[in-house]
């Protein structure tokens, strides 16, 4: 019986860490590595598997010891510790196995790892190819396919191999693809552009495993567009409402669409319904030339603001990822990103700057036009990382703004007035859920809250006037409201970390030019042909 030890690599500090949050309510992680246990899921149950998330902690010398091969799954901004591990792995003598997103994007950058076997695609076609060569005794082998599986097939994921407590929110996936073509998404690249979906039946057997578990928390959807097939997601929302009656609600759920999804109000209400209480929504710019030019023509058909607010009115908080650095962007494009977020009233908006990831239709465009820099250079994926290729605006102006709408959108004072504002209009969900009591840990992060922001901080008066407001006028949101306020903690600490970072790398590109210049040489990155 094979032994298979599962290890996730470590995620760097992101926006989304909130790890001063975590902290708060003894969680170490907001989401498990669904794609492992997926992947667990799929190979033969006859095997005994062991999982380590390295974002809780590291493997012992007795799981190493245990392992009979070694499977290591992630994407880029996990790519120093996937290869760190595949290090430790082979110290052991261990055989190892790699495959994942970041893996299946550039296999190049891996060969040279030690890795013996690459997995690459879609685990329910590649899987079962690798078990039958390693089964016969192949000690190595790279297993690809182009054709994209039928997902209904797809087995529940190994939810028991986690340790729940540690994370915030569990995962499922109901679907795989998207129908739309932004220029610069890899997500059509590695799943096509035809919605695959799984059966409600099959996605309710996930939840219901995870409630057997014990689970009952937040619930993220972790589709790419929850809504690229409409038809199929009504499907499911029908049996998830009878579903959660049923059991009362145990779960809250979050997701990521595009933004037609404000067209389709019966679509937003039955969500709702199905106790759906945020949303991602990839906004990107409210310049219409850069949406036109990277081919988001989805957010071209209507206002996003006024989306933006029927979204809200219906029930869904917003969150919203934004880019900087598109071509012909004109300056002052972090002006424009602050005050469309400040008007939609959204209260999380992420940023990022304009990367071509590899096999895109960007990356592609930007070849041809000798503009994409070395791919191996300083590429981690994360969203504080310069531009990987030559803008058509200087790099300083892009990188000044990015800090500076940063900067703006979460000053505490600033960022408190906007969640208010968007809790006063936001819909609320008219069913009764499962009201367990608070657990002492939910209290005691209650707690620190309510001092930190109540009585510590020099924004104690708004704090306390909009809490108060939204008491009165909008009663239902407001514990809601009060867990969106406590991410100002995150976002205090975050925004430091991003000026940072974006200084040092700043600076460290302004040197390399002035060296250009002084030496007319490129000592720089290379441009990619
Ligand atoms: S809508 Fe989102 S997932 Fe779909 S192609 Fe655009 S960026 Fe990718």
Known sequence: MTKALLIYPIFPPTFWSYDKILELVNRKVLLPPLGLITVAGILPQSWEFK????????????????????????????KNDMIDQIKEAKKR????????????????????????????????ITLPMFVSAFENGDTSGVFRTTEKPDVTITPVPRYDLLELSAYDSMSVQFSRGCPFQCEFCDIIVLYGRKPRTKNPEQLLKELDCLYDLGWRRSV?????????????????????KIWQENHQYPFDFNTEASIDLASDQELMDMM???????????????????????????????????????????GL?????????????????????INFVEESAIPTAMFGMLQALPNTALWHRLIKEERLLDPDKDQDGNQTTLMNFIPTRPVEDIAQEYIETFWTLYDPNQYLDRVYRCFLKLGSHKFKTDSQLPSWTDLKALGIVIWRQGFKRNTRWKFWHH???????????????LTICAHNEHFLEYREIVKQQIEDQLAEYLKREALIKENQVNVGWAVLK
């Open 93 to 124: 003598n261990k055989l190892v196995a790699v495959g994942g997103p970041y893996a299946t994007s550039v296999p190049h950058e891996l060969q040279n790892s030690g890795v013996d076997f690459l997995i690459l695609d879609e685990g329910e």
């Open 467 to 481: 809490l108060f407001s939204i008491i009165k006028n909008n009663p239902a949101v407001w514990d809601h409201y």
């Open 272 to 314: 709702v319904e199905c106790n759906f209480n945020g949303v991602f929504l990839g906004i990107e710019t409210p310049d219409e030339d850069s949406l036109q030019l990277t081919k988001k023509f989805q957010n071209t058909r209507s206002s996003l603001s006024e989306s933006v607010e029927k979204i809200i009115k219906t």
């Open 220 to 240: 993220f959807m972790v589709d790419d567009n929850f809504i690229g097939n409409k038809r199929n997601v009504k499907l499911l929302l029908k049996e998830l």
């Open 51 to 78: 999982l380590v998330d390295r974002n809780i902690r590291p493997a012992t010398e007795a799981e190493w010891a245990w392992a009979d091969l070694v499977i290591i799954s992630g994407m880029i901004v996990q």
């Open 317 to 337: 908080r917003p969150m919203a990822g934004f880019i900087i650095g598109f071509d012909n962007e004109k300056k002052g494009a972090a002006t424009r990103i």
